[in-house]
């Protein structure tokens, strides 16, 4: 089975950072294309980053230049490095493959909130 476990949310004041993880488990992130998405509340679910499986990443103009998606292949996990913070950015983000396919459940996400 495919579980994803995202961590590393909280409160920050914006202009701060944060590193987001996503350990997954029952998939290989060096082998499938993953993202990372947000929700925000009453808003659908956006990708915000991508890595596919040679590496090379793409980002929403809204997160472009301030996060970074990256991976460990040996830990089987992917990052976000999310840096000058605004409070537009505060959602519930996730990751998952992409493009997502319901034979990969959503985690459970981890909260971002900007504010201060």
């Known amino acids: 089975q495919v579980q994803l476990v995202e961590s590393g949310g909280g409160l920050v004041q914006p202009g701060g950072s944060l590193r987001l993880s996503c350990a997954a488990s029952g998939i290989s992130v060096s082998t499938n294309a993953m993202g990372w998405y947000r929700q925000a509340p009453g808003k659908e679910r956006d990708l915000v980053a991508r890595i596919i499986r040679g590496g090379m990443t793409s980002y929403a103009d809204s997160v472009k230049g301030r996060f970074t998606i990256s991976r460990d292949n040996s830990k089987n996990m992917v990052y976000l490095q999310m840096n000058s913070l605004k409070p537009e950015d505060t959602a519930a983000y996730y990751c998952?493959?992409?493009?997502?396919?319901?034979?990969?459940?959503w985690g459970q996400g981890t909260q971002v909130t900007v504010s201060s």
């Open positions: 998952n493959i992409f493009p997502p396919d319901i034979i990969v459940s």
